[in-house]
């Protein structure tokens, strides 16, 4: 008897992105290896999207379309959608971004190829808000296969995937509860990691298989997001990376010195003209919340007085250096194949 293949969702979590939808839904329709089903999950838009996805739904099959009667915010909204599929393997896909024609078949072969893989994801290709191409993202990464142990202890420098267009196992998605209880900044940080923690690998493909947008942050609206983005990564560490190292028997000393490290880098924000005094003590009591180390407080002081220029000078030598090396060696990567 043969057996049969793979089953394959999509996820698309959409808010206001009427004007890319489309092109997002379609580049799905577009695979080299079609899902079963595409599953769009609208959090409320107030644009044109709920009459464009009406109009799609009638013409493409396999789009299912669910809409959410009140705001929700992107972690319990993915949360949902991820829980109406029914595929063996689940594609989230962002509402602006696009699939090229073979993302799901060639992430899918390495799905099968190791069987204790829970996500996989490539390199991508950053895009404007016209569509046309800026950077490529890669990961300085040698093997393609990573296992679960190695993934959580990568993790405490951050989030160590190009994009949040992810390939994974409806398994390891249900072992972690899918999105419940995440943090709607870091989601996908929170997400991957916990993933790595139970104990599943990940494959990265240094092949381009996905468009994503990157947008002009004219209004500072990251910026502005500050408080929720620190808050996210203390809580990446304390629900997900502490239990994995403890849980392992490993040495936790070396997350204290990254928790401070990360303190160290976001205090720079402490410094920027366009937070009242109340917004940089919140900020600055969270900032303290994940490190309250004396070198923690002194970077904080350092910023607060308008002195940051002491801080940021050593740090953007090093960060030269880094990205430097870093394109260098991709690039004799890339030579020697």
Not at 60 to 87: H, M, W
Not at 152 to 159: H, N
């Amino acid at each position: 008897m043969a057996i049969p293949p793979p089953t394959i969702s999509v996820c698309i979590c959409s808010y206001n992105q009427g004007l890319y939808l489309e092109n997002a839904i379609r580049s799905v329709t577009r695979q080299t290896c079609p899902p079963n089903e595409i599953i769009v999950s609208d959090d409320c838009s107030s644009d044109g999207s709920i009459p464009l996805l009406g109009n799609l739904s009638a013409e493409i099959p396999t789009l299912k379309v669910y809409y959410q009667e009140e705001n929700t915010g992107i972690a319990k909204n993915t949360d949902f959608c991820f829980r109406k599929a029914s595929g063996e393997f689940i594609v989230r896909l962002d509402s602006d971004d696009v699939l090229l024609p073979d993302f799901i078949e060639r992430l899918l072969t390495y799905l099968l190829k190791y069987p204790n893989v829970g996500f996989a994801h490539a390199a991508v290709q950053e895009i404007d808000n016209k569509s046309e191409k800026l950077n490529i993202r890669r990961i300085f990464r040698k093997a393609i296969f990573q296992s679960g142990d190695e993934a959580l202890k990568a993790s405490i420098k951050g989030y160590r995937v190009t994009a949040n267009i992810i390939m994974f196992r409806r398994t390891a998605l249900q072992t972690v509860d899918y999105m419940k209880g995440r943090p709607n900044f870091g989601e996908d940080y929170h997400l991957t990691s916990a993933i790595s923690s139970a104990g599943f690998g990940n494959v990265y493909l240094n092949e381009v298989l996905s468009q994503y947008r990157v947008w002009n942050d004219s209004g500072r609206i990251r910026q502005k997001r500050k408080l929720s983005e620190i808050s996210g990564i203390r809580s990446v560490f304390e629900d997900v990376i502490e239990p994995g190292f403890k849980s392992r028997g490993w040495n936790i000393s070396v997350l204290t010195r990254r928790r401070t490290a990360f303190a160290c880098q976001h205090a720079n924000c402490l410094g920027w003209n366009f937070y009242n005094d109340q917004e940089k003590l919140e900020i600055l009591e969270e900032i303290l919340k994940l490190s309250s180390s004396v070198k923690v407080r002194l970077y904080c002081l350092i910023y607060l007085r308008g002195f940051g220029w002491l801080a940021d000078v050593p740090s953007g030598i090093l960060f030269y250096f880094k990205s430097t090396l870093k394109y260098s060696v991709l690039k004799f990567n890339k030579l020697k194949s």
